[in-house]
Structure formats: C-alpha cells, structure tokens
C-alpha cells in the first residue's frame, strides 16, 4: 500500500510540474534578485514570480514631463507592433525610480491613462536599494535632481523566459524594428 502512494505522489509531482516551473534560474537572471515589489493593484510579488514569460522592462517615474512619457509611448508601440494580446507568455513592465510618491493608485491611474489596460501590463515599485539593484543589474542610471525630478537612462530591456538580459533598447526615437524582432523570438523559445 505504501508503495501505491509513494508511486501516485510521485507522478502527481511530476505532472504538476508546469514548463514554467521547470524553467533553471540561469546565474545572470535577475530572479536572482531576492527584492519583493509591489504593483499597481498593491499586491506584493518577487521578481521570480515573472518567470517563464518574456519580459520588456522600462524604468520611469509618473510625474516626468520630459523622458518617460517617451519611453511609455515606445513601450505601447512596441506592445502594438509585436501584436500579441491576452497572453501568459510576456508582460510589459514599468518599474519606478520614485517608490516614494509613486503608489499603487497613482501607478493604476498612470496605467489607465496611458491606456496600458491589457493583462500584459504591469506597474512595480519597490524600496529604494531594491529599485537601484535592479537599476544597477540592468545598467540603468538615475539620479535625483530635485525633490520632483530625476535624471535618468532611456533603456527599454528585454528579458527571456529565465530572466536573463537579451537585448537593451538605448536611447529614445531609435528603430523599434530589433527589439520587436528580439521579443518574437524570445516568445518562440
């Protein structure tokens, strides 16, 4: 009898285990990072919970006028031009430099205005050094300027199904036709 449950729980584990599931946290793979997040809705989620989707990733702040209104217009004609919608596979990700006054309703409105609606999108915040280790590991650059403003790079990354840095977008008003290219193909592995 025990030899029945043995062999039932160990095909129950097996077949439970999903190719998401199976998937190596690679050792260049921001799932590495141990950091916990809060998104729009204000649930908390670790970084490792993305794992198994495709994930293009830019780093701005809600109340910028200059870069990030930019940067969040090349992510929606980016999310446009790859053309995918409703899916498990990929999620679009706005990360926040400013924790601080950037929260959970205030990354949910920019979301809604920005029409950024469609279950692919997703707003993080974190803690101050959790936002400048991942800003560090994805080569990000920011600083703040004043109390309401921040200098800071113009990245759109691209991270595979294992959480590992495949390809970086720099700089603003540059062909999105590589990136698009490079997210299809992430999607096919």
Sequence with gaps: MKKIIYI???????FSCTKENNLAILPNSIYNLTSKWENQNGDTIAL?????????????????????????AEMREIYKNVNIKNSQDIRY???????????????????????FNDIEWLFLRSNE?????LANTLSVKYKQIDPLEFSHSNIISVLSKQGELVHQKIGMNTDIDPIIMKIKNELKK
């Design 129 to 133: 050094e959790s936002t400048k280790e």
């Design 8 to 14: 039932i729980l160990s095909l129950l584990t097996f």
């Design 48 to 72: 490792s919970d993305l794992k198994g989707k495709v994930v293009v990733l830019t780093m701005i702040y809600t109340s910028c006028k200059t870069a990030c209104p930019r940067l969040s």
């Design 93 to 115: 990700v706005l990360v926040s430099i400013d924790p601080e006054n950037d929260n959970p309703q205030i990354m949910m409105d920019y979301l809604s205005n920005n029409k």
